[in-house]
């Protein structure tokens, strides 16, 4: 879904794992259908571990966590999203709710899959990812505020903010809920006028 993104203030849902792949984001049996269905996708993200074999809820995964329920912020382990190219891992993601995924690395790709789907990674440092990891497993209320405009991710347990970049292009296309064609139909007319001067 196209959503524009300013700031953001969240519990978030704390995924310490380090190199999880897109299989374990979106496992491959449910990567049949090519049309982005969020719901479905986001049915299925985590599945087998959010999952027992007998297909009944694990309790002991985070995302069966009720402290866990409408957190739009995951933060995860280092290398996040490594592995196949698979958009749907990114369909999945943001078909659960969720708009932020932060981590002290993103697999390239699947970096510019969730941008490309309203969700913003944010990179952190070793340091502060540790830290958000501590004041979340301290207390599962803890708020995290992701801003934009502004670049900057604050841990309200602590008051510690970092900064983070972000292409410009991306960061605009965020801010006005544009994907790749509505930043080019939103200059139409510029276009239309540039193509008319032509020889």
Not at 149 to 170: D, L
Request: net charge negative.
């Amino acid at each position: 879904m196209k959503q524009s993104f300013n700031t953001l203030t969240s519990t978030c849902i704390p995924l310490p794992l380090e190199n999880v792949d897109t299989d374990q984001i979106i496992p491959a049996r449910f990567m049949k259908s090519t049309t982005r269905d969020e719901k479905f996708f986001g049915d299925h993200l985590f599945f087998d571990w959010r999952h027992r074999p007998d297909g009944t809820p694990n309790p002991d995964f985070v995302l069966n966590n009720p402290a866990c329920q409408g957190s739009t912020i995951l933060v995860a382990g280092k290398n996040f999203g490594s592995g196949s190219s698979r958009e749907h891992a990114a369909w999945a993601i943001a078909g659960y709710g969720i708009r932020v995924v932060v981590s002290s690395f993103f697999a390239d790709i699947h970096k510019n899959n969730e941008l490309n789907n309203f969700v913003l990674p944010v990179v952190v440092s070793e340091a502060f990812l540790g830290e958000l990891f501590a004041s979340i497993k301290a207390d599962a209320s803890t708020l995290v505020t992701v801003d934009l405009p502004n670049q900057t991710i604050t841990n309200h347990a602590t008051g510690h903010s970092e900064t983070f970049e972000i292409n410009a292009y991306k960061k605009h296309c965020l801010m006005n809920g544009l994907d790749d064609i509505d930043f080019l139909t939103a200059d139409k007319a510029l276009i239309e006028a540039y193509e008319k001067k032509r020889p």
